[in-house]
């Protein structure tokens, strides 16, 4: 079988996930320990790894997170391909990345000996590009909150209108006025209410909702 050129023969392909989740109304990102030296020493970053000859790079993505992560069922979608020729010191590696979204359960409850999720005020200086990765998911998360109905994947199953104008306002940076936010929201048809409330809580316990459907589409423009 003929082979390329050399000058073509030359990248590797990767794959990285940014996994999102709520943690007491913050925002975290999920993180492993990268130790790569001279360049990397016990660094902060995503998980990622190599795409297989034989697997796309979703599946690859996948794959990571069960085997690094020990995470199968994450919300999954596209980000970006980053391509910077020195974005890794050692060898010629273009990464298609992936934006991941979890639930609070699922991200309070994590327990991993090589990866946590860290809050993501507190990400800096992150190994390789993995900077760069986190500005542009955070702006699609952003984006997608706003004409899109991904907060489900963000949010326990059932929760309170409360939960979720906290969630928006967390995310977006800005504040909602109460009443206008449950107006739009309900108008919106995207969420229903449960017929149950909150338990275990002393005050007026708050009607619990829950998204009309796992599918995602997209929205009339939120904020």
Known sequence: MKQAPKQFRFAALATDVVVFGLIDGKLHSLVSTVNRPPHYVNAPGFLGGMVTEKETAREACVRVLAEKGHLPDVYLEQLYTFSDVERDKRNR????????L???DTAATYSHPD???VPVTKL???????DDM???????LQGKLSYTNIAQ????????LSELQEM?????????????FRKKI?????????????????NRPAALYEFTTQKTKELPLLA
């Open 153 to 160: 994947f963000l949010l326990p199953r059932h929760f309170t």
């Open 168 to 180: 928006y306002e967390v995310i977006l940076k800005k504040e909602f006025d109460k009443r206008n």
């Open 134 to 140: 986190l500005v542009v998911a955070l702006n699609r």
């Open 186 to 202: 309900l108008a919106l048809d995207i969420v229903k209410d449960t017929g149950r409330a909150q338990e275990g809580v002393k």
């Open 102 to 104: 979890v639930r609070p």
């Open 115 to 117: 990866a946590s999720f």
């Open 93 to 100: 590696v273009v990464s298609v990345a992936y934006i991941g």
């Open 124 to 130: 800096k200086k992150l190994a390789y590009d993995h």
